[in-house]
């Protein structure tokens, strides 16, 4: 079975403590991408990485860090440097160059 | 800016009639489009696209109309379900210097079907 996973589904997590996030996929895509969403928003770009041990920061970059060690894995850390952390976190991949992205289930973030 | 935006934030039909979901964007460079659907609780799940040298595409029973002009795309549903009701999302992307890949996304369309 093809596909991406996050994990865990709900999180909870207490005011300045960090967390993270994880994703994998076995699509064998060179591109992943987290994004936030908040209630009722669209999907905001946090960080995204077009090749292994290589990263770049989306237009929400602050208060979050990611590491892409493996193809197939791209953990998102929430530290306490986010004002306001509690939301929907997704994760996608893709084909390098391909406009198509595969989303992953989503983790809902909620501090205490 | 950038911008991709849709029209309504809801949009209620009744079951069996065609839904038309609107959305605008601002940049004249973007070439591709995409449109997805999201459901409460679940990632988004891709619905069609459509490149900027087409002006319709069709899949199953849905329909992508892309207008340069004005800058304006929408998606087409036929004979609406119930288990259409999600939001739905596009996206544009454009292949300007050192983007590859990035999608900006839209806010969302609630869309209610009604039995």
């Known amino acids: 079975d093809g596909g991406i996973t996050q994990s865990p589904k709900y999180l909870f997590r207490k005011e300045g403590q960090n967390v993270t996030l994880s994703c994998e996929q076995n699509?064998?895509?060179?591109?992943m991408y987290w994004y936030r969403q908040d209630p009722g928003q669209g999907l905001r770009l946090i960080y995204y990485s077009q090749i292994v041990n290589d990263f770049q920061k989306g237009d929400i970059a602050e208060g979050y860090s990611v590491s892409r060690e493996k193809k197939e894995s791209f953990p998102l850390t929430v530290t306490s440097a986010q004002k306001n952390p509690t939301a929907f976190y997704l994760c996608a991949s893709s084909m390098f160059g391909d406009n198509e992205q595969f989303f992953g289930p989503g983790t809902r973030l909620t501090v205490l | 800016g950038e911008s991709v935006g849709l029209h309504l934030p809801t949009l209620s039909v009744q079951e069996g009639d065609n839904s038309i979901i609107n959305c605008a964007y601002s940049n004249s460079a973007s070439d591709y489009f995409i449109w997805y659907k999201q459901e409460s609780g679940k990632g988004p799940q891709f619905i069609i696209d459509i490149r900027s040298n087409m002006d319709k595409r069709q899949g199953q029973r849905v329909t992508v109309l892309l207008n340069k002009t004005v800058k304006h795309l929408s998606l087409q549903i036929a004979a609406t379900q119930p288990g259409d009701s999600a939001v739905y999302f596009c996206?544009?992307?454009?292949?300007?210097?050192?983007?590859?890949?990035?999608?900006?996304f839209g806010q969302g369309t609630t869309l209610q079907v009604k039995p």
């Open positions: 996206a544009e992307n454009h292949h300007g210097s050192g983007n590859t890949g990035k999608l900006i």
């Open positions: 699509l064998n895509h060179d591109a």
